[in-house]
């Protein structure tokens, strides 16, 4: 019979800055035992309005100290703006090494395979939308199926500034629903990591007419499945303390922490 060995060496994530946060609180929720090293590119946040060059550039630099440095067993890139920029690039640069995540396949997956979805819309930042990643895979995937998507730059800024579930925050979240764009979908994916801090507030905007879908939980399942699959879950015992770490660091960073992964934590800085 096989042993079921597995593998205790960390799970790395990185995201532009601290938003990545609600990634890694789904996947700490789905696989407590794996330890986490999390990369927070604080130095070159916001990613949401950089060129994909640029991106692949950063993205290659921490994936590759989170493997040289941490020997990390897989790597999640928890940043919508980076998945639609460096993924494929990302996996083709590090094939036979680990196997990477992104934050949009697993939600086209999700999208796809649905038969209540008929007409997801998708807000995003700039260059994710920009990309055309999001649409370009959905059109692949499901020819025909209709959808919708929309640029939505401020709301990530405004967040991450502590304005949410506030008169600033409504506004700005009515002016960008009311687009034309958005008119006629019964869903909405919302594909940036700080969306999730605003999902209540897009909820009552709708009513239950139309359903959002935060890409945190689906992706925390991917990694779930993927390390089950490749026999890479951690063998439980005892693992080793999580690490949050960023490439630049003022205090602002570690308060903002405990918007995005509800407890406050530790950041340490790194030189990248
Ligand atoms: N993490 C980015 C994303 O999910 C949002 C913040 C940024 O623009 O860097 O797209």
Redesign the pocket.
């Known amino acids: 019979m096989e042993s079921k060995q597995g593998d205790p060496r960390p799970v790395g994530i990185f995201?532009?800055?601290i938003?990545?946060l609600t990634v890694a609180q789904a996947i700490h929720r789905i696989l407590p035992g794996e330890q986490l090293i999390y990369v927070g590119d604080t130095a070159h946040?916001?990613?949401?309005?950089k060129s994909i060059e640029l991106i692949r550039t950063y993205s290659i630099r921490i994936a590759q100290y989170l493997i040289d440095t941490h020997d990390c067993k897989a790597l999640v890139i928890a940043?919508?703006?980076a998945s639609a920029a460096a993924y494929e690039y990302l996996r083709d640069q590090l094939k036979g090494k680990v196997p990477v995540i992104n934050v949009i396949d697993p939600m086209v997956e999700f999208l796809v395979a649905s038969h209540q979805i008929k007409h997801p819309g998708i807000i995003?930042?700039k260059t994710?939308i920009g990309s055309g990643v999001y649409q370009e895979k959905l059109k692949r995937r499901k020819p025909g199926l209709q959808f919708s998507a929309l640029a939505t730059p401020l709301l990530?800024p405004m967040i991450e500034e502590g304005f949410y579930n506030n008169s600033v925050s409504h506004a700005i979240l009515h002016e960008y629903l009311e687009q034309a764009e958005l008119k006629n979908i019964d869903s909405l994916v919302l594909a940036?990591?700080?969306y999730p801090l605003i999902k209540k507030e897009i909820e009552e905007y709708y009513g239950p007419g139309v359903n959002i879908i935060d890409s945190a939980m689906v992706v925390a399942e991917k990694l779930k499945y993927l390390l089950t699959k490749e026999n890479l879950l951690h063998p439980s015992g005892k693992k080793k303390n999580d690490q949050f770490l960023v490439t630049d660091y003022a205090p602002h960073f570690e308060k903002t922490t405990r918007i995005f992964y509800g407890e406050g934590i530790h950041l340490e800085k790194i030189d990248l």
């Open positions: 995201d532009s800055g938003g990545g946040m916001p990613y949401g309005d940043c919508n703006t995003a930042t994710t990530a940036c990591t700080h």
